[in-house]
């Protein structure tokens, strides 16, 4: 499994690679072929001057040749072949006349009438050759052979390409050592943040970080930070949960012990027992209560969610208020409701009692004598509404953003007097979520306190009406 680092530098390597094939060949062959068409271009001028003044000749000799290209002053070639329609030479300026040509260049262009062109480049020079047929009113009577070798031209392409090679090998070292180091100083960085990773990993959850600059790997570390916090937090609530629901479990659980060893352990008369056997009895509801409530908790953490489905309020607040209206009679307590009608939303008809029984069973308790609680169900045409209102010993502002953490109670005492575990608004506000609304907590004047829910409305294409 090749390293981060490997395959940066493959592709580094690839690419310098690439360039560099680039850098090396395309100036010498764009350079090369501007030199060929130029040398197309001269040679054909050239030899359409000499065609043109040999063809006035009535009869073609090598000192007439000779006089016409002395006077056209044709010159920088290095062979200059004139020949006749049967290819003797007639002039050639390098080698004797008289002879039949053996160019074969000469030879297509006497047999088939054309032109032809060549041109290559060697390291000592240009080679270049054009050979063209003469004609007379239609008639070949002739060939024309020019040859050049121009090595000033091929020695400044070299001499270009070869300091193109030097620079291209200095621009590879300094781009290899610049990514070699930017490199190295990445994974420096990387792998700092993989050691904290390990560390928290490890189980130091207040461990964070350091960042360092403003790039992308800088924000990296922000969010590894952040991530890093949120898991603090959570082990927090976690340990804290453990210890509470500890501590609430052992608490019934030795009082029922205690009642239970006392019956066994002392001689009571059967009023005696009956009493401690009611408070066993008063113990092991607690006791079910809460684990109730931590397996309500433990499935909405699990994700374990309800099939939505058209449900009305209205009615699961009716359902509430037949278990607590009883209550509300043994704690003095005036408990008013007032619904609308049609109030749907799409969600669990249990859930939505556990949401309207667990807010309105605290106002009940936690109320004064002949206070009231009032539960309010109101549409809107977003949304629906729960309102529940009690005049009893409020909330204080420092306690409204943690009354839904587990466990926690603003007043511990009376908490536990009146057997609350401190789940009952933790249960509220998950199940609140799950429905996709949001639960708020303020005072309700005069006095007491006052939890608006705020569920969003079935549509008429859920609930198919």
Do not use: W
């Not at 890093?228 to 937090?233: A, D, K, M, S, Y």
């Not at 609530?237 to 019934?252: G, I, W, Y």
């Amino acid at each position: 499994m090749h390293s981060i680092r490997f395959r940066f530098f493959s592709f580094l390597a690839a690419l310098l690679l690439i360039l560099l094939l680039l850098l090396n060949t395309y100036p010498l062959i764009s350079s090369r072929d501007a030199v060929y068409e130029e040398k197309r271009s001269s040679m054909a001028a050239a030899a359409s001057v000499v065609t043109s003044s040999l063809s006035g000749l009535d009869h073609l000799t090598r000192q007439s040749v000779a006089e016409v290209l002395a006077f056209l002053d044709i010159s920088g070639y290095s062979r200059i072949l004139v020949t006749d329609r049967e290819g003797t030479v007639i002039y050639d300026d390098g080698g004797p006349s008289g002879g039949t040509v053996q160019i074969e260049d000469v030879l297509t262009a006497l047999r088939d009438s054309k032109t032809i062109f060549r041109s290559r480049l060697s390291e000592a020079a240009f080679s270049s050759s054009y050979a063209v047929p003469m004609s007379a009113q239609g008639v070949i009577t002739g060939a024309v052979y020019l040859c050049e070798h121009d090595s000033e031209r091929a020695e400044i392409i070299y001499g270009i390409q070869s300091r193109i090679r030097v620079l291209s090998v200095t621009i590879s070292l300094a781009a290899l050592l610049l990514s070699g180091s930017f490199v190295l100083a990445l994974m420096r960085r990387l792998q700092d943040l993989v050691r904290s990773m390990r560390v928290v990993a490890g189980g130091d959850y207040a461990y964070r970080h350091p960042i360092r600059g403003q790039d992308e790997i800088s924000e990296l570390g922000e969010e590894f930070n952040l991530l890093t916090e949120r898991l603090e937090t959570t082990e927090k609530q976690r340990r804290r949960f453990v210890s509470d629901a500890s501590h609430e479990l052992k608490t019934p659980l030795a009082s029922i012990r205690l009642l239970s060893d006392s019956i066994v352990q002392n001689d009571m008369d059967s009023e005696t027992v009956r009493e401690f056997a009611a408070d066993i009895g008063h113990e092991a509801q607690r006791l079910q209560r809460t684990t109730e409530d931590l397996l309500d908790l433990s499935r909405m953490d699990d994700g374990i969610g309800f099939v939505p489905e058209p449900s009305d309020v209205s009615q699961a607040a009716q359902d509430a208020l037949v278990l607590l209206r009883p209550l509300a009679r043994e704690h003095n307590v005036r408990l008013s409701a007032a619904l609308d009608d049609g109030c749907v939303v799409m969600g669990s008809p249990d859930e939505l009692f556990k949401i309207i029984f667990n807010l309105t069973e605290n106002a009940i308790k936690y109320n004064v004598p002949n206070g009231t609680v009032d539960l309010i169900v109101r549409g809107t045409p977003e949304a629906v509404e729960i309102e529940v209102a009690d005049t009893g010993i409020g909330i204080p502002e420092a306690d409204r953003l943690n009354i839904f953490d587990r466990f926690y109670r603003v007043d511990k005492a009376r908490s536990r007097a009146t057997g609350g575990n401190g789940l009952g608004l933790s249960i509220v506000h998950d199940a609140v979520q799950a429905h996709g609304g949001s639960v708020a907590v303020g005072q309700n004047k005069p006095q007491g306190s006052k939890f608006i829910v705020t569920l969003p409305r079935a549509t008429e294409e859920e609930t198919g009406i």
